[in-house]
């Protein structure tokens, strides 16, 4: 098992910035990909950013590109959503998840493990 717990949600202003961290316990030899979504009230939930584990490689949505960065710090077993240039679009539910298979895919069913979400939410 691996729990996830996120932090660092809040309010900000468009054009601003806020850093998500994710912190991991549990079983943590298992996961081979970490990653972070988001759902938006009414909306799916879809990615943000994913890495391998190792650091190997990052992967992000393409609404995000040039404004997010991913990263993680293996010591402290923390994955951080680095938010920069917030538009109000952003708004939305942030969630860490974890997967134990591989790191190519933004569907929720390759994910096996989730954090219960921290709240973005961006003004105009």
């Known amino acids: 098992q691996v729990q996830l717990l996120e932090s660092g949600g809040g309010s900000v202003q468009a054009g601003g910035s806020l850093r998500l961290s994710c912190v991991a316990s549990?079983?943590?030899?298992?996961?081979?990909?970490m990653a972070w979504f988001r759902q938006a009230p009414g909306a799916e939930r879809e990615g943000v950013a994913r890495?391998?584990?190792?650091?190997?490689?990052?992967y992000y949505a393409y609404y995000v590109e040039g404004r997010f960065t991913i990263s993680r710090d293996s010591a402290k077993k923390v994955v951080y959503l680095q938010m920069n240039g917030l538009k109000p679009e952003d708004t939305a539910m942030y969630y860490c998840?974890?997967?134990?298979?591989?790191?190519?895919?933004?569907?929720?069913?390759?994910?096996?493990?989730w954090g219960q979400g921290t709240q973005v939410t961006v003004s105009s």
């Open positions: 549990g079983n943590l030899s298992s996961r081979k990909c």
């Open positions: 998840a974890a997967s134990i298979l591989w790191c190519g895919s933004w569907a929720e069913s390759a994910y096996d493990y």
């Open positions: 890495v391998n584990v190792d650091g190997s490689s990052t």
